[in-house]
């Protein structure tokens, strides 16, 4: 009989099976995506995407997740999950990557796109890439995937049915039901459907578009849309759209064949992702049919068309600056015609519209989503979440990937088919739920935050350096400086007061005066002193201030006083 010094427990003592989601983001948000499955001994990532940053994020480049549940339990993971290319999916994987090497899955389109990302932060080298493909199985531990492809904004997009040890989950990533997709990639309802036959556990559900009625618009209807446009243009046409938007792209090349015009791609994120769609197969230009920035002069002006990036107004795109005058070989003359083919993102609405009105500025002609239908969503509408849900058929409805109301919408879309108010899983950030055989129960949540990027900075800028950079912006610093000789007990130098965004100091000559008059009283006690604390003496004179300022001007400035001992 083989020994061992590791005895098999008795039956009624063997743990039971177990599987725990636990999300790090992407629930009560727009971006973030970011999702744990984890058993006992196994913990895989599904997504490791990026979230633009909100208006009160000052100067903040992007956010990403917090990975330090996943970095705790290294041991375990198996690998990340990529179910699409997007920067909401994508983004935060070279953070992950530097603190953590595991592999990586994803398809052709999706790992084309992160390769660019890798070497952008010198980290391909050390990636592990592996390729899906719909349809193909992967074990990983107690884990396997199977792939299915979806409708979605960008190329090459999966959802999955996941088998685990306590049932099957599906994932339905982002997606839609496009009958006639431009792409041909049409979702797999069948493979969807044949799992609910089989019997779903839970299905995790995108739910960006919960709110909107009936059935998404094809995307063929903004190929009529667009076509009328150019067709209509007698100069040339600028359209500004997302660069992974590749069914989008390959609508515009085939309407400039049509229309007798050439293409020119602008933007670097452009060129590249056009460059990584054709290799792939995914996206179709004659050579002939393409032009460069030389040919603009060459050319007549109804013959050229311009796609570039910029639709959502960022600052160092391609579109901004040449609404601002400011590109060196694309500018605005009369006649052109702009179109944002794109949503705009909330947040962004400001940017967009200053790109318009400086575009207006110019002489250009202008459409965007208010005027004209010229942009169809990726996400799924009402009807469309439901039908997966019919399809699916699964005990427990998990929506995933929206803000709070999305995620409320969504689950109401479950009661209203008939399920029951317990199979409806509500969840927030850091909530982690537990399937066994017996159902699902909550377990205590876990300390999920966000990961401020800020230049070559991650993590540095907390909600403390938040706050101050939020005071800064709405009520100015105010710098009090003032040198003693505490032997001699007398001052020195100043009391100076040096303001920045608080007010213009020729115009308040005089309160800042008195400002000074304030710090003199409080110095001069405190030098009358047998001993001075002048670390206290600074917060008295901070609170001095801060009053003599509010009953003034009503304003909250930070104040920063400086005694200087010698």
Request: proline share 5%.
């Amino acid at each position: 009989m083989l020994e061992t010094n590791h005895p098999v427990p008795a039956p009624d003592t063997v743990q039971q099976p177990w599987v725990d989601l636990i999300f790090l983001g992407g629930l009560g948000e727009i971006g973030l995506n970011a999702m744990v499955f984890e058993t006992a001994d196994s913990l895989v990532l599904v997504d490791a995407g990026i979230m633009f940053p909100e208006d009160y994020m000052l100067g903040i480049d992007m956010v990403i997740p917090d990975f330090s549940y996943v970095l705790a339990r290294r041991e375990k993971v198996q690998a990340l999950i990529l179910t699409h290319g997007h920067e909401d999916h994508i983004g935060a994987v070279p953070f992950l990557l530097r603190e953590l090497e595991l592999p990586i899955y994803g398809t052709a389109m999706t790992l084309a796109l992160l390769r660019e990302k890798l070497k952008e932060h010198n980290l391909l080298a050390q990636a592990r890439l592996h390729l899906i493909e719909p349809r193909e199985k992967l074990t990983l531990g107690p884990f396997t995937f199977d792939f299915i492809r979806v409708t979605h904004s960008i190329v090459d997009g999966v959802g999955f049915a996941l088998n685990t040890p306590v049932g099957v989950f599906m994932h339905s990533g982002d997606f839609k039901i496009d009958a006639t997709p431009t792409a041909g990639e049409v979702t797999d309802l069948n493979c969807f459907a044949a799992y609910g036959n089989q019997g779903v556990l839970a299905l995790l559900s995108d739910s960006t578009n919960a709110e909107r009625p009936g059935f998404t618009l094809s995307e063929r209807q903004i190929g009529h849309t667009l076509e009328n446009l150019i067709r209509a243009a007698t100069g040339r046409v600028i359209i500004a759209v997302f660069s992974s938007h590749i069914p989008r792209l390959q609508q515009i090349v085939d309407i400039a064949m049509k229309q007798g015009r050439k293409i020119l791609f602008h933007g670097r994120s452009m060129v590249t992702n056009v460059h990584l769609a054709r290799q792939l197969g995914h996206l179709r230009v004659p050579p002939a049919q393409e032009m460069t920035t030389g040919d603009l002069k060459r050319l007549p002006d109804r013959e050229i068309i311009i796609v570039t990036t910029g639709s959502q107004g960022e600052p160092m795109s391609a579109l901004a600056r040449i609404a601002l005058d400011a590109h060196k070989q694309i500018r605005i003359q009369e006649g052109d015609l702009v179109i944002l083919s794109s949503k705009f993102i909330p947040g962004n609405e400001r940017a967009i519209s200053t790109v318009i009105n400086n575009l207006y500025r110019l002489g250009a002609e202008v459409v965007y989503q208010e005027v004209a239908d010229i942009h169809v969503s990726g996400h799924a509408s009402q009807e469309e979440l439901k039908l997966l849900l019919q399809l699916t058929k699964p005990r427990y409805l998990i929506p995933i990937h929206g803000e709070l109301r999305h995620l409320i919408k969504h689950a109401r879309l479950g009661r209203d088919l008939g399920m029951e108010s317990e199979r409806l899983l509500l969840a927030t950030n850091g909530a982690r739920l537990r399937f066994d055989h017996d159902g699902v129960q909550r377990l205590e949540a876990i300390d999920v935050g966000r990961i401020f990027v800020d230049g070559k900075g991650v993590g540095d800028v907390g909600k403390i350096v938040l706050r101050d950079r939020q005071h800064l912006a709405a009520d100015g610093l105010v710098i009090a400086l003032v040198a003693v000789d505490a032997t001699a007990r007398r001052i020195v130098s100043g009391p100076d007061l040096i303001s920045k965004g608080f007010t213009f100091e020729e115009e308040q000559a005089p309160l800042l005066e008195a400002a000074r008059e304030i710090i003199m009283e409080i110095i001069s006690r405190a030098l009358s002193e047998p001993t001075q604390d002048w670390l206290e003496i600074q917060i008295q004179i901070g609170k001095a201030l801060r009053k003599y300022f509010f009953k003034l001007l009503e304003r909250r400035p930070m104040l920063l006083p400086l005694i200087l001992t010698l």
